[in-house]
């Protein structure tokens, strides 16, 4: 069974731009998270989706949205991007919501300069 | 918030050795995950634990909800083992939303 992919891998920008990540959950999984890691603030949740509805979000500005498809892929935009964007961005599919064991993709590394 | 507070924040072994990993969490907890992350950024889900002991190969994990912590093993450490470990947790309304630690980075010399 294919893992969960993420496109691009890496991506740099300018300040001001937008961008849009995309992410594959597992087959069969139709929960699917995000993340923000950076080295100051650690790993923290952006936001989750469950069956095309937003069912979580965390602190984040509202430059930060995202959607999920009918086949569960998910992407996530971020809008007049800013330097402090600049982190690995992590998406997570599980089963379901609060469902067991939630795999991680590899992350796509935005550079934002 | 539910906080999380991982311990050491560093760990230095040689290959062979044995660990012990800590996790705390302030709140009770319906989910709790160990996580390792290898030098490419990529998280690898090694134990889904809310509650009990799980064993894989040389790691094992221990959770005592009541007692509102968590406890990853590593035994016979090898340098593969090296990286970032993460303790993360989930509230019951929280979905799959996770509280990741900071992390405990590890690091395994021949």
């Known amino acids: 069974k294919a893992g969960v992919t993420q496109t691009p891998r890496y991506l740099i920008k300018t300040r001001g731009q937008q961008v849009t990540l995309s992410c594959s959950p597992i087959s069969g999984h139709r929960s699917v998270?995000?993340?923000q890691q950076t080295p100051g603030q650690g790993l923290q949740f952006l936001f989750e989706y469950f069956s095309e509805t937003q069912r979580n979000k965390g602190n984040f500005p509202g430059r930060f949205s995202g959607r999920q498809?009918?086949?569960?892929?998910?992407?996530?935009?971020?809008?007049?991007?800013?330097?402090?964007d600049s982190a690995l961005y992590l998406c997570a599919s599980s089963l379901g919501v609060?469902?067991?064991?939630i795999l991680f993709g590899p992350g796509t590394r935005l550079t934002v300069l | 918030g539910i906080?999380?507070?991982?311990?050491?924040p560093d760990l230095i072994l040689q290959e062979g050795a044995n660990s012990t990993l800590r996790c705390n969490f302030s709140?009770?907890?319906?989910?709790?995950?160990?996580?390792?992350?290898?030098?490419w950024g990529q998280l690898i889900n090694l134990f889904y634990i809310p509650s009990g002991t799980k064993q894989n190969g040389r790691l094992s994990a221990t959770t005592v909800a009541t007692e509102r912590y968590s406890l990853l093993y590593i035994s016979s450490s090898q340098t593969t083992d090296s990286g970032v470990y993460f303790c993360a947790v989930g509230g019951s309304q929280a979905g799959t939303a996770l509280i990741f630690g900071k992390g405990t980075t590890l690091s395994v010399s021949s």
């Open chain 1, 98 to 101: 609060d469902r067991g064991v």
């Open chain 2, 27 to 39: 709140d009770s907890v319906n989910n709790l995950q160990w996580f390792h992350q290898n030098p």
């Open chain 1, 69 to 84: 498809f009918s086949n569960s892929r998910s992407e996530m935009n971020v809008s007049t991007l800013e330097l402090g």
């Open chain 2, 3 to 8: 906080q999380v507070e991982q311990s050491p």
């Open chain 1, 33 to 35: 998270s995000w993340y």
